[in-house]
C-alpha cells in the first residue's frame, strides 16, 4: 500500500535487468497481433442478473416493456436499451443473444451454471470455462496469474475439479498493482526462511507425502516468488495509460478493471473476468439499472474500441452476461424478480460471427420459452470451440467420473468462419 | 446498494466504539477461567458408549474396505485440533505448559472440559453457527445487529442452553434486534426494507434441516424429492412476519397471496410444512407453530443436521458433504449403522447438548487419529482411506484460525477474555483485516480448498507478516531470543508457541546451526526469520 512507488521502481529495474540478461525472452505477447496471437477469454460479469429489457432485448410501448426507450445501433435492424448509447455505436464487434435458457433462479446456483455451464450437483464443482482455457492452452511467457477476476465479485469464477490453483487471481480494486508483492527482507536473509522452510515441508510431507502435496502450498510460494520478480506486474496499473483514455473508460473500480483487461490481454494473460455487480433490482428496476448502465455504457464501448483498434479483438472471444436475467412483469415494488427463462447475452470477437442477433422474447411476457432457445452449454461449446479448445473432451474427476469439459454444441451460425 | 455503504462508512466511528464496548463488556461478564482442571463433573466419562458405537461403526468400515487405520496422534497434536476447532487459535504457551506439566492418563479429557467452559469456545464457535443462521454478508445495519447476535449465540453457547430451545428463539422470536438478539435471524433476511420469505424458508431448511429446499424456489431438486409447491408453504410460514420500529412483529391479519412468478398475478399460498404436518401444534403464531415443526422430537433431520454440522467443524469436512443437502433418512426407524441417526438420536435424547456432543466426538478413536497413513506415501488407495475415515482430514484452516494463531503466538500469555481489553480489541480488528484479505470463506466454509498465490503473498510479504515476526520487547520472537537459556530451548520456544510441537532430531540439527555463537541483534534476526518461515509452513496454515 505505501510506497508503492519505489516498490514499483525496484521491481521495474529487477525486470529490466532480466530481460537484459536473458536476451531473446519476449515479456510480453503484446507484439503479436491478430491471427499470431493464442486467443483469451474475457467476461464482463453483470452480477445481481441484469434486466434483459433494459439491456439488449427492450419491449418499448408494451405492458412489459416499462419506461425504457428502444435505441438503433450499429447492427441493421437491432434495437437497445437507450441506456446504452456507446455501447449501440459498437454493438457490430459483438452479436446479440436474446434466448439464453436455463433452470437456475437462484443467484448462487444460477452464477455456477453461467460460469461453468453446468448446473450444480452435490458431488462434484465443476470449472469455469475461464480455468478449462487457462488449463487447455498455458501461455508459458506469462509470469503473472493466468486467470484474473477484476472487482469484488460475489461469485468469482473458480477451477472446480481442476483444482483451486485454477481459481480466478482477484485484484478487488482494480488499477491497484496488487498487495503484498515485496519481500520484507534482503536476499540474504530471504535465502534463510525459505531454506528454514523447505526443512518445515519436509516434516509435514513425512506420512503424508500425498497429501502434503494436495494442499499445493509449495507451489503457491513458488508461483508467488516468481510473479513478486516480474515485470509483467505492470500490467495491473493504469497510471501510464494516457488521462482520456481513462477517463473514457471511467475513472471507477469497473471502469479501471476493464483498462487493466486490455492490458493483462496485451500479456498474454489467458482468461480475465471483470465484474460489476448491482443489477439485482427486485425494486425499483428502472432506476436500479439505469445507474449500472452509467457504469458500464462508457466502460464497455471504450474497451470495445480499444481492443479493436489495437487489433486484439481478433484473439480475444468476449462474453457479456450475467447469471439470469428479470421477469418481463414488474412486482408490486416496481422491481423485477429473476428470470432464467429468456435471458440475454453479448458475445463476440476472437473470429467469431459479428451482428448476428439470434432469438426473440415474447413482447406480451405470456410465453414460458423464447423463440430460438439457447442453452447455457452451447454457448459454452462455442466459446470453448473458439479457443481451439476440444470442449467435449472428457477428463477423469477426483471423483472417478469421466466429466466432459463441456455438454452442449457449438451454435454454427457463429461458429462459421 | 451504494447508499448502504455510504451509510456503513458513516457508521464506520460507531462501530468501533461498539465493537469495543462489546468487547469490555463481554471480558467483564465472563468468569475467570480454572487454571488446572481437575474434575469431570459436567459429563460423565464412564458413559462412553456412544463414543464405543460409533468406534465399532467406524472400524466396521475400515474391515469392510479392508484398510488399516492410522495410528494414534500424539497428545499435543490433539490439543492442537481441539483448541483450534473449539477456541479459533493454537494453545498458548502458557496453556502448553500446563498441559505438559499434567501427566495423567485422562488429561485429553480434561482439557476437552477445560476448552469447552472457557468463554472463548462459546465466542469462536457462536461466530461460526452465526454464519449457518444469518449468513455471512453485511446485511442493513439498521435492522440487523451481528454483534448482539454473536453475543446472545455465545451465552447460549456457554451456558449449554439446549439446542432446539434456542432454534425455536431464532424462528419465532419477536421484538427488537438489539434487545431480542435471536430476531437477527429474521433481519437478516431483510432487504430493502422487506423481509425476502424465500431466503428464510431456504435458510430454515439448510441450517436446521440439512437440506437444500431453496433450488425448488424454481424448479424441483434435482435428487431430493422437494417441489415448488412445498418450497411455497414454507415461505409462507413467514408470511405474516412483519418488521416495523418496534421490531419484529407478527401481523394478525391475513396475507396469504403471493404473487405467481409467471403472471405477476396473486396466488393463494397456504402455510405448510413439507412433510408430517401432524408435528405442527394448532396453536401459536404461524411461526411458533413451524419452530415446534422443526424441532419436533420425530423430525430427525433436525438432529441429524446439527451433528453433521458439528463434525464438520470438528473435522473440517462434515460426514455427509456438502453439510447441508443430507440425503432424507430411512421413514420412521432409526438406522443404527448410520453414524448421524446413531449421533443425533443420542444428542436428543441427552437434553441436545452442544457441549456433551462436542466432547462425545473429541473422545472417538477417529477424532484421535493421526493425519498421516501408509497409503499418503504410497499413493495407493488415497480415496478409499479418506472415504472410510482411516486417517484424520488434512484441512486448510480458516482465516479466522490462521489470524487467531498468529496473534496467540505473538503473545506468551494466554489472549482470553482476561486479557487486556487493548489486547482484545488488537486482536478484533486484526482478524477482521486479516480474514478480508485472506479471502472470507462466507456460508461455504466447509468445501475443501487448497491455499492460493494471495493468500501465499499475504503469509509471505505483508504487513501482518512483518509485524509478527519481528524481534522486539514485546513480542515473542524478541522476548525468546532474549530468554531462552540455550539454543536448544529457544528452538523448542519457537517451535511449541507457532506449532504446538517440539522440532524434530532433524530440524534440531539442522537450525540450531544458525543460532550457534549468535548473539544481540543478530540472534533476533534469526529468530525473525524462523519465525516467518514457521509462519509459511503448511503446518500453520493446515489442520492435520
Request: net charge neutral; hydrophobic share 35%.
Amino acid at each position: 500500500m505505501h510506497s508503492s512507488r519505489r516498490d514499483f521502481l525496484r521491481i521495474t529495474a529487477a525486470g529490466v535487468g532480466l530481460s537484459f540478461a536473458i536476451p531473446g525472452l519476449e515479456p510480453r505477447a503484446a507484439d503479436r497481433r491478430g491471427d499470431e496471437r493464442a486467443k483469451s477469454f474475457l467476461t464482463i460479469w453483470l452480477g445481481g442478473g441484469p434486466s434483459q429489457l433494459e439491456t439488449w432485448d427492450p419491449h418499448p410501448r408494451t405492458r412489459i416493456g416499462g419506461d425504457v426507450k428502444a435505441i438503433s445501433t450499429t447492427i441493421p435492424g437491432c434495437q437497445i436499451s437507450d441506456f446504452y448509447p456507446h455501447t449501440a455505436e459498437q454493438l457490430h464487434h459483438l452479436s446479440v443473444i436474446r434466448s439464453l435458457v436455463s433452470k437456475e433462479g437462484d443467484h448462487e446456483r444460477a452464477s455456477y451454471m453461467l460460469h461453468t455451464g453446468y448446473r450444480p450437483e452435490p458431488t462434484l464443482v465443476h470449472p469455469s470455462i475461464g480455468a478449462i482455457a487457462t488449463h487447455e492452452r498455458p501461455e508459458e511467457t506469462v509470469e503473472i496469474p493466468q486467470f484474473v477476476s477484476l472487482g469484488d465479485a460475489t461469485f468469482p469464477p473458480r477451477g472446480g475439479f481442476l483444482g483451486n490453483r485454477f481459481d480466478a487471481y482477484r485484484i478487488l480494486n482494480p488499477g491497484e498493482r496488487g498487495q503484498n508483492l515485496v519481500s520484507l527482507v534482503d536476499q540474504d536473509r530471504q535465502t534463510r526462511r525459505l531454506e528454514n522452510l523447505s526443512i518445515l515441508s519436509r516434516t509435514f510431507a513425512r506420512g503424508r507425502q500425498i497429501k502434503a502435496e494436495q494442499t499445493l502450498h509449495q507451489h503457491t510460494i513458488d508461483a508467488a516468488r516468481r510473479m513478486m520478480t516480474s515485470d509483467q506486474l505492470k500490467a495491473f496499473s493504469v497510471e501510464h495509460e494516457p488521462k482520456p483514455l481513462r477517463d473514457a473508460y471511467g475513472d471507477n473500480a469497473f471502469g479501471r478493471g476493464c483498462l487493466v483487461a486490455r492490458r493483462l490481454l496485451e500479456t498474454g494473460v489467458r482468461s480475465i473476468e471483470v465484474s460489476l455487480e448491482g443489477f439485482d433490482t427486485h425494486t425499483r428496476n428502472h432506476e436500479g439499472q439505469a445507474a449500472r448502465a452509467r457504469t458500464l455504457d462508457p466502460a464497455l464501448s471504450t474497451l470495445l474500441k480499444d481492443l479493436a483498434d489495437r487489433d486484439l479483438l481478433q484473439s480475444t472471444v468476449v462474453l457479456v452476461t450475467g447469471e439470469f436475467g428479470r421477469t418481463p412483469n414488474m412486482n408490486p415494488l416496481e422491481g423485477r424478480d429473476h428470470w432464467p427463462n429468456g435471458f440475454s447475452c453479448l458475445l463476440g470477437g476472437g473470429g467469431l460471427v459479428s451482428g448476428l442477433v439470434i432469438g426473440s422474447t415474447d413482447p406480451e411476457g405470456t410465453a414460458q420459452r423464447p423463440d430460438d432457445p439457447i442453452e447455457v452449454a452451447d454457448l459454452y461449446a462455442t466459446v470453448l470451440h473458439r479457443l481451439g479448445i476440444e470442449y467435449a473432451k472428457e477428463i477423469v474427476t477426483p471423483i472417478g467420473r469421466p466429466m466432459k469439459f463441456c455438454s452442449g454444441k457449438p451454435i454454427e451460425r457463429l461458429s462459421r468462419s | 446498494m451504494s447508499r448502504l455503504r455510504n451509510l456503513l462508512n458513516a457508521l464506520a466511528p460507531l462501530l468501533v466504539v461498539g465493537g469495543v464496548v462489546v468487547l469490555v463488556a463481554s471480558a467483564a461478564r465472563s468468569p475467570i477461567a480454572d487454571k488446572s482442571p481437575r474434575s469431570l463433573t459436567a459429563f460423565d466419562a464412564a458413559d462412553d458408549s456412544i463414543v464405543c458405537r460409533v468406534d465399532r461403526l467406524i472400524a466396521a468400515r475400515w474391515r469392510e474396505a479392508g484398510i488399516e487405520p492410522a495410528s494414534r496422534a500424539d497428545d499435543l497434536t490433539i490439543l492442537r485440533r481441539l483448541t483450534l476447532v473449539l477456541h479459533g487459535t493454537a494453545p498458548s504457551l502458557e496453556e502448553l505448559r500446563l498441559f505438559e506439566s499434567d501427566r495423567d492418563s485422562d488429561r485429553i479429557e480434561r482439557w476437552t472440559e477445560r476448552i469447552l467452559a472457557d468463554r472463548r469456545y462459546a465466542d469462536y464457535f457462536a461466530r461460526r453457527l452465526s454464519r449457518v443462521f444469518v449468513g455471512a454478508d453485511q446485511g442493513q445495519f439498521v435492522v440487523f445487529r451481528r454483534d448482539r447476535f454473536w453475543t446472545w449465540l455465545g451465552d447460549q453457547l456457554h451456558s449449554d442452553r439446549p439446542y432446539d430451545t434456542l432454534v425455536r428463539d431464532m424462528i419465532s422470536g419477536r421484538g427488537l434486534w438489539t434487545d431480542r438478539p435471536q430476531v437477527n435471524f429474521v433481519a437478516a433476511a431483510v432487504t430493502d426494507n422487506v423481509i425476502d420469505h424465500n431466503k428464510l424458508a431456504g435458510r430454515t431448511a439448510r441450517a436446521f434441516l440439512g437440506q437444500r429446499i431453496d433450488c425448488a424456489q424454481c424448479h424441483n431438486h434435482p435428487f431430493a424429492d422437494w417441489k415448488q409447491t412445498q418450497f411455497s408453504g414454507l415461505a409462507a410460514c413467514f408470511d405474516r412476519v412483519s418488521i416495523s420500529l418496534v421490531g419484529i412483529e407478527d401481523n394478525k391479519k391475513d396475507l396469504d397471496t403471493t404473487a405467481d412468478r409467471m403472471t405477476q398475478g396473486d396466488v393463494t399460498v397456504t402455510p405448510a410444512v413439507p412433510y408430517h404436518p401432524e408435528w405442527m401444534p394448532e396453536q401459536g403464531t404461524t411461526r411458533q407453530r413451524l419452530a415446534a415443526w422443526v424441532t419436533h422430537s420425530d423430525n430427525r433431520r433436525f438432529d441429524r443436521a446439527i451433528v453433521n454440522r458439528v463434525w464438520g467443524l470438528m473435522f473440517g469436512r462434515p460426514w455427509i458433504d456438502p453439510v447441508d443437502d443430507i440425503p432424507n433418512p430411512h421413514e420412521s426407524t432409526v438406522d443404527t449403522n448410520d453414524l448421524l441417526d446413531v449421533l443425533a438420536t443420542d444428542f436428543q435424547t441427552h437434553g441436545r447438548s452442544l457441549k456433551r456432543l462436542i466432547t462425545k466426538i473429541a473422545a472417538m478413536r477417529v477424532f484421535r487419529m493421526s493425519s498421516q497413513h501408509p497409503a499418503f506415501e504410497q499413493g495407493h488407495r488415497v480415496d478409499d482411506v479418506e472415504r472410510v475415515w482411516a486417517a484424520f482430514p488434512v484441512t486448510r484452516l480458516r482465516p479466522e484460525q490462521v489470524i487467531g494463531s498468529m496473534l496467540q503466538a505473538s503473545s506468551i500469555k494466554t489472549l482470553d477474555q482476561n486479557s487486556h481489553w487493548t489486547k482484545r480489541a488488537v486482536r478484533f480488528f486484526k482478524e477482521l483485516d486479516f480474514v478480508k484479505a485472506y479471502g472470507d470463506l462466507g456460508e461455504d466454509e466447509l468445501t475443501e480448498r487448497t491455499g492460493t498465490i494471495a493468500q501465499a503473498l499475504l503469509r509471505m510479504n505483508s504487513e501482518f507478516s512483518s509485524e509478527w515476526t519481528k524481534g522486539t520487547l514485546f513480542s515473542a520472537a524478541g522476548r525468546i531470543s532474549g530468554i531462552a537459556t540455550d539454543d536448544d530451548a529457544c528452538l523448542d520456544l519457537c517451535f511449541l508457541v507457532c506449532l504446538t510441537r517440539h522440532p524434530t532430531d532433524e530440524e534440531r540439527s539442522l537450525l540450531r546451526k544458525q543460532l550457534e555463537g549468535a548473539r544481540g541483534d543478530q540472534r533476533t534476526k534469526i529468530v525473525e526469520d524462523l519465525f516467518w518461515s514457521l509462519f509459511n509452513s503448511p503446518e500453520f496454515s493446515w489442520e492435520y
